[in-house]
Nanobody
């Protein structure tokens, strides 16, 4: 099982980025997919996730109204659209897959992880 996150970069406050997570086989269609982030000196926190069976979603309070998660099964990809970015969004962002049906927001609830992609929000 492989997951690969991409799309990070340097953006000014108020700007946008779209992160992509692609996976091997049908993992993105069959699993809950979550986005997490980890800033220097802080623990890994759940940002958003999307269920496999009904596409229900979760967003952390800190990103509600600014971030949107979506799935494109034809491209075997899950996206995280990030708008109105703030300096406090600066972190390494990871996508992860969870084998169980229910969405979850704790890193320990996920079984497979991709490498991180760095997002830096700075003027």
């Amino acid at each position: 099982v492989q997951l690969q996150a991409s799309g990070g970069g340097l953006v000014q406050p108020g700007g946008s980025l779209r992160l992509s997570c692609v996976g091997s086989g049908s993992i993105l269609q069959d699993h809950v997919i979550g986005w997490f982030r980890e800033a220097p000196g802080k623990g890994r926190e759940g940002v958003s996730c999307i269920a496999s069976h009904d596409d229900s979603t979760y967003y952390a309070d800190s990103v509600k109204g600014r971030f949107a998660i979506s799935r494109d099964n034809s491209k075997n990809a899950v996206y995280l659209q990030m708008d109105l970015l703030k300096p406090e969004d600066t972190a390494s962002y990871y996508c992860a897959a969870r084998s169980k049906v229910l969405i979850a927001v704790t890193p320990g609830d996920y079984d497979y992880w991709g490498q991180g992609t760095q997002v830096t929000v700075s003027s």
